[in-house]
Nanobody, 120 residues
Framework: VKLVQSGGGSVQAGGSLRLSCAAS????????MGWFRQAPGKEREWVAS?????DYGDSAEGRFTISKDNSQNNLYLQMNNLEPGDTALYYC?????????????????WGQGTQVTVSS
């Protein structure tokens, strides 16, 4: 299994970005996948996940949208109205069951990470 991330970059506050995660040898529509992020000096935190349902952390609720394209075998995170506090290294992650959790340790496969920087 391989998860390859793309997207990210630098934007001003209020802008938007879309992160992508292309999966190989892994059916994105079958199992739970999620997004995590790690800001400098902080622990990695859960952002959103999608299995049976979509679930969002407080910081993502109302601004971020997680989605899957089963035909392309991709996972996405659309991020709108970005804030400087969203600056972090973002990771996609995948489980081997469809039921989602918010715990980093429950995810088996990880992307390489992609940087998102939001300036004020």
């Amino acid at each position: 299994v391989k998860l390859v991330q793309s997207g990210g970059g630098s934007v001003q506050a209020g802008g938007s970005l879309r992160l992508s995660c292309a999966a190989s040898e892994y059916p994105v529509g079958t199992y739970c996948m999620g997004w995590f992020r790690q800001a400098p000096g902080k622990e990695r935190e859960w952002v959103a996940s999608m299995g049976y349902l979509r679930d969002y952390g407080d910081s993502a609720e109302g601004r971020f949208t997680i989605s899957k394209d089963n035909s392309q075998n991709n996972l996405y995170l659309q991020m709108n109205n970005l804030e400087p506090g969203d600056t972090a290294l973002y990771y996609c992650a995948a489980k081997t069951i469809r039921s989602c959790t918010r715990l980093e340790a429950d995810y088996t496969f990880w992307g390489q990470g992609t940087q998102v920087t939001v300036s004020s």
